[in-house]
Every structure is written in structure tokens, then in C-alpha cells.
T-cell receptor, first 112, second 110 residues
Framework: DAGVIQSPRHEVTEMGQEVTLRCKPI?????LFWYRQTMMRGLELLIY????????DSGMPEDRFSAKMPNASFSTLKIQPSEPRDSAVYFC??????????FGPGTRLLVL | GESVGLHLPTLSVQEGDNSIINCAYS??????FIWYKQESGKGPQFIID?????DKRQGQRVTVLLNKTVKHLSLQIAATQPGDSAVYFC?????????FGTGTSLTVIP
């Protein structure tokens, strides 16, 4: 099993640009989670999906953030427009039936 | 200047000694707990889990203890090795949501 796959692994962009992060969950998993990790705030849940449907997006910072899951094997997290304070490591995780979450390697985002 | 951010609890142990990492949780409705290990530049990695109807679970070199009376979880690592150096997070599940602690940084001294 390849585990959770995220791309890109690193992203450097300028303030105001659109950023799209991608995630492929473990095959067969029905839950998908997006997290953000910073030194200031630690690991924060942004949004999670169950069977491709967003269940709780209360952690999404503001309207500049959006997430989609068009099918069971793909999800995106988009930031538009990006700001320097969005700089963080973004993790995607997946689980089966709400059990143990398996994390991807993360996308390290730097907004200049 | 002074750095600002989370001040992770830190633990330094000699190689070969046992390590104990502690975690306090807040919700009595939590039914499932996980310990994760995060090495620098990597995502959190599952180590061991325990359900709320248990008080102890053992894995390979690791043991998790759960004390529901005081809402306390601990991770014991036997014969700590340099490769165990990482940040360790506990996570509690309430309903379908997991809540993560801030983590403890473990450093193993060769």
C-alpha cells in the first residue's frame, strides 16, 4: 500500500497567488482529513470528509480556503488568494470507519 | 530575538533507558486514543492505540496506559534508541473527530 499521497511536497508562492494542494487517500478509506501544522498553533483540523461529503469545515480559517473531494480517491485544498500567514505544513490523512488516521508526508507551503 | 510559538515539553533520555511520555485529555466521552510519532520533516506516524474499555496495551517496545479516572494517557518506550527521537502526540477521539495534543519532544542521547 502506498499510503496517503500528497503533492506537491513543497510549494513556494507569492502573496495573492492561488495555491492548490492535492491528496490521494489510502484506497478503501472513507474518511479524509485536512490539517495544518505551524509552530504557533500545532496541528489543527481544517476540514474532514466522509464518503466524499464535507462533514465539518469549522476549522477552515476563512473564505480564502476551500476544499473539495470529487471522488473517493482525490481531494484538493485551495487557498485563493494566499497570504504569508498561510505558510505552514498541510497534512492530509485518511481513515476507515473513523478509526486510526494515517497521515501523508505533508506539503510545506511558503507564501512570500 | 525571542522565538514565539508552542513550547513543547521536552524529554531527554540516555540510549537504552526507558522513556515515559505523558498526556492529559479533557473529554470523558473520548472512546479511543492514539499515540503518533512525528520525525522532523515527516507526517505523524501511528504507533499504538487503545480503546477506552482497556487500561493497558502493549506493542513492540511500546506500552500505552490509560487512566480514565484522571484522564491520563502515557506512552512507555522500552530500551529507547536514537531512532526514537521525535515529537510524540496523543490524540483522543470524540465521535468522529480526533483532537491532538501539542506533543512532547523526545531526544535520545547516544
Amino acid at each position: 500500500d502506498a499510503g496517503v499521497i500528497q503533492s506537491p511536497r513543497h510549494e513556494v508562492t507569492e502573496m495573492g497567488q492561488e495555491v492548490t494542494l492535492r491528496c490521494k487517500p489510502i484506497s478503501g478509506h472513507d474518511y479524509l482529513f485536512w490539517y495544518r501544522q505551524t509552530m504557533m498553533r500545532g496541528l489543527e483540523l481544517l476540514i474532514y470528509f466522509n464518503n466524499n461529503v464535507p462533514i465539518d469545515d469549522s476549522g477552515m480559517p476563512e473564505d480564502r480556503f476551500s476544499a473539495k473531494m470529487p471522488n473517493a480517491s482525490f481531494s484538493t485544498l485551495k487557498i485563493q488568494p494566499s497570504e504569508p500567514r498561510d505558510s505552514a505544513v498541510y497534512f492530509c490523512a485518511s481513515s476507515l470507519n473513523g478509526g486510526t488516521q494515517y497521515f501523508g508526508p505533508g506539503t510545506r507551503l511558503l507564501v512570500l | 530575538g525571542e522565538s514565539v510559538g508552542l513550547h513543547l515539553p521536552t524529554l531527554s533520555v540516555q540510549e537504552g533507558d526507558n522513556s515515559i511520555i505523558n498526556c492529559a485529555y479533557s473529554n470523558s466521552a473520548s472512546d479511543y486514543f492514539i499515540w503518533y510519532k512525528q520525525e522532523s520533516g515527516k507526517g505523524p506516524q501511528f504507533i499504538i492505540d487503545i480503546r477506552s474499555n482497556m487500561d493497558k496495551r502493549q506493542g513492540q517496545r511500546v506500552t500505552v496506559l490509560l487512566n480514565k479516572t484522571v484522564k491520563h494517557l502515557s506512552l512507555q518506550i522500552a530500551a529507547t534508541q536514537p531512532g526514537d527521537s521525535a515529537v510524540y502526540f496523543c490524540a483522543e477521539r470524540v465521535g468522529n473527530q480526533f483532537y491532538f495534543g501539542t506533543g512532547t519532544s523526545l531526544t535520545v542521547i547516544p
